[in-house]
């Protein structure tokens, strides 16, 4: 079963503080490992994505680690920020599928 | 600016009434998707085209319906047979086709919040 698994539900993380969210999938025909982030009433927006061939991918203050053998993966937020506070999906799809499939989400809140 | 817009931004619907969400893109994208978001279960795949005139089920097809009759538009009916249809849609893109690479994104609208009368 294609399943993308995300925790934690919910996170709070103090101003300048690290957030840390994970995932972990089944499907090891998954190749492509992209993060989005939605604020209240829009729609997500693509954040940061990594393949299977490299272990970390880094984007200002967001890094995204990955590991192959244990089939997981986690956005690491550097130096939390209040307009970080939104949820999170991670999501995954292989080469022959164009079909993402979306953890369920970590709402995220920045407290100053 | 290319992008996705969706319209309307809510809709109201009542009880065996079909409504229509619009989607509409201009950043020539071939893949197009309709999802769903209900809090706590993330985005579910309602349906999906890879190319005009073509689209497959997602995860959950029941009670909707759609259409690809033009490239960058691709409206989903949602119908009186989805008997729990308040919810958050949401439509997105890809480049898709046969330029298809490893690790296409997809670019989402502001959504279309459903509820019931």
């Known amino acids: 079963q294609q399943q993308v698994k995300q925790s934690p539900q919910s996170l709070i993380v103090q101003k300048g503080g690290i957030s840390i969210i994970n995932c972990a999938y089944e499907n090891t025909a998954f190749d492509y490992f992209p993060w989005y982030q939605q604020f209240p009433g829009k729609g997500p927006a693509l954040l940061i994505a990594i393949r299977p061939d490299v272990s970390e991918k880094k984007e200002g203050r967001f890094t995204i680690s990955f590991n192959k053998s244990a089939k997981q993966f986690s956005l690491h937020i550097m130096d939390s920020q209040p307009g970080d506070s939104a949820t999170y999906f991670c999501a995954a799809s292989d080469f022959g599928n164009e079909k993402l499939t979306f953890g369920t989400g970590t709402r995220l809140t920045i407290i100053p | 600016d290319g992008g996705i817009t969706q319209s309307p931004k809510y809709l109201f619907r009542k009880e065996g009434q079909n409504v229509t969400l619009s989607c509409e893109q201009n950043?020539?994208?071939?893949?197009m998707y309709w999802y769903r978001q209900d809090p706590g279960q993330g985005l579910r795949l309602i349906y999906y085209?890879?190319?005009?005139?073509?689209?497959q089920k997602g995860d959950i097809a029941e009670g909707y319906s759609v259409s690809r009759e033009k490239k960058e538009s691709f409206p989903l009916t949602v119908t009186s047979a989805q008997k729990n249809p308040t919810a958050f849609y949401l439509c997105?893109?890809?480049?898709?086709?046969?330029?298809?690479?490893?690790?296409?994104?997809?670019?989402f609208g502001d959504g279309t919040r459903l509820s019931i009368l």
């Open positions: 950043l020539n994208h071939d893949a």
């Open positions: 997105a893109s890809s480049i898709g086709g046969q330029g298809r690479t490893v690790g296409q994104p997809q670019h």
């Open positions: 085209s890879q190319i005009v005139n073509d689209f």
